[in-house]
Structures are given as C-alpha cells and as structure tokens.
T-cell receptor, first 113, second 113 residues
Framework: EAGVTQSPTHLIKTRGQQATLRCSPI?????VYWYQQALGLGLQFLLW???????NRGNFPPRFSGRQFPNYSSELNVNALELEDSALYLCASSLAYSNQPQHFGDGTRLSIL | GNSVTQMEGPVTLSEEAFLTINCTYT??????LFWYVQYPGEGLQLLLKATKADDKGSNKGFEATYRKETTSFHLEKGSVQVSDSAVYFCALSDETSYDKVIFGPGTSLSVIP
C-alpha cells in the first residue's frame, strides 16, 4: 500500500512570494491534515479537510489556506511568505472515523530567503 | 480541553540501556492513545497505539500501557539501540472531539554506542 506522498520535497522561496504544497493520501483515506513543524519545535496543527470540506483550522493567519480535491488529494497554499514560515510542512491522512491514527508523509521543507 | 504532556528532552542513553519516556494526558472523553516516532529528515511514523484502558500497545520492542487511573501512556524499551535515536511524540484522539489528533511536544532521544 502506497503511503502518504508529498511534493515537492524541498521548496525555496523569497519573502512575499506564494508557495503551493501538495499531498496525496493513502488510498481509502478521506481526511487530510496539515501541520507546520518549525525547527526545534513540535507540531502545530494547520488545517483539516474531509470529503472536500475544511473541518477545522489551527491558529494561523488567513494567508495559509488549502483545499481538498474530489480524489482526496490536497494542496496547502501560503501567500505573502514571511521568513518565519520556514519550516517542515507535514501532511497526514486517516480514515474518517473518530480515534483513527494519522499516517504521515515525509514532508515538504519550505525555506524562505 | 484535551492535552498531552511529555517529559522534556533531550534524553541521552547508552546502547542497551532501559528507556522510559513519560506521557500524561487530559481528555474529556475516552481517548485512543498513540506513540509516533520521527527519524531525522522524515515524517512521523505510528509506533504503537492503545484504544482502551489497560490495553498494551507494542512494536519493535517498544511498549506502552494505557493507564486510565493515572492518565498515563509511558513509552518503554528494555534495550535501546543507536538506530532508536529519534524524536518521540505521544498523542491522543478523543471521540468527543472528532477532531485533529492532539500531539505532545516531542521528546528527543539520542543513543550513543
């Protein structure tokens, strides 16, 4: 079974630009989650999508947004990039039922110059 | 609200030493509990899980027992190896929240030969 895949692996941008990160969930998983992991810090919850709808959002500004497509893949968009957006962005997927574990991709390393 | 507390790291052990990483939680419902591991440069991997009180999750020599009376889920391994060097995250999913998984801050483990 293919795991969660994320692309690109690395992304280098400059301040003010826009970044798009992509995630393909495990087959059969309808929920997709996005997390930010800044260097030396834990996971910060960004967004949760299920069945194409945004279900919950973490404490991040509106320039962090995303969507989920009919095939359950997802995009995370970050507009007006700032230096502090430099981090590892992790995507996870799970079955839709409660108490299900999340399965993670290897992340996209976003570097802002 | 729900929360997860872990012992602070970093933890440094010699090879073959006994490992304990403490984890306690607060939850309003009946959570499922998880341990995830993150190796350098990778995403998180589910290490083990327990879904009800007194359940013991185990994998790759690691164990954790769901203790409802002490609201704890401590991770243990009898003999660590250098390859166990990673960051370990305790997490919970609560059926009453039907929401994102709540992660602890992570504990960094370094095993030296």
């Amino acid at each position: 079974e293919a795991g969660v895949t994320q692309s690109p692996t690395h992304l280098i941008k400059t301040r003010g630009q826009q970044a798009t990160l992509r995630c393909s969930p495990i087959s059969g998983h309808t929920s997709v989650y996005w997390y930010q992991q800044a260097l030396g810090l834990g996971l910060q919850f960004l967004l949760w999508y299920d069945e194409g709808e945004e279900r919950n959002r973490g404490n991040f500004p509106p320039r962090f947004s995303g969507r989920q497509f009919p095939n359950y893949s997802s995009e995370l968009n970050v507009n007006a990039l700032e230096l502090e957006d430099s981090a590892l962005y992790l995507c996870a997927s799970s079955l839709a039922y409660s108490n299900q574990p999340q399965h993670f991709g290897d992340g996209t390393r976003l570097s802002i110059l | 609200g729900n929360s997860v507390t872990q012992m602070e790291g970093p933890v440094t052990l010699s090879e073959e030493a006994f490992l304990t990483i403490n984890c306690t939680y607060t939850a309003t419902g009946y959570p499922s509990l998880f341990w995830y591991v993150q190796y350098p440069g990778e995403g998180l991997q589910l290490l083990l899980k327990a879904t009800k009180a007194d359940d013991k999750g185990s994998n790759k020599g690691f164990e954790a027992t769901y203790r409802k009376e002490t609201t704890s889920f401590h991770l243990e391994k009898g003999s660590v190896q250098v390859s166990d060097s990673a960051v370990y995250f305790c997490a919970l999913s609560d059926e009453t929240s039907y929401d994102k998984v709540i992660f602890g801050p992570g504990t960094s483990l370094s095993v030296i030969p």
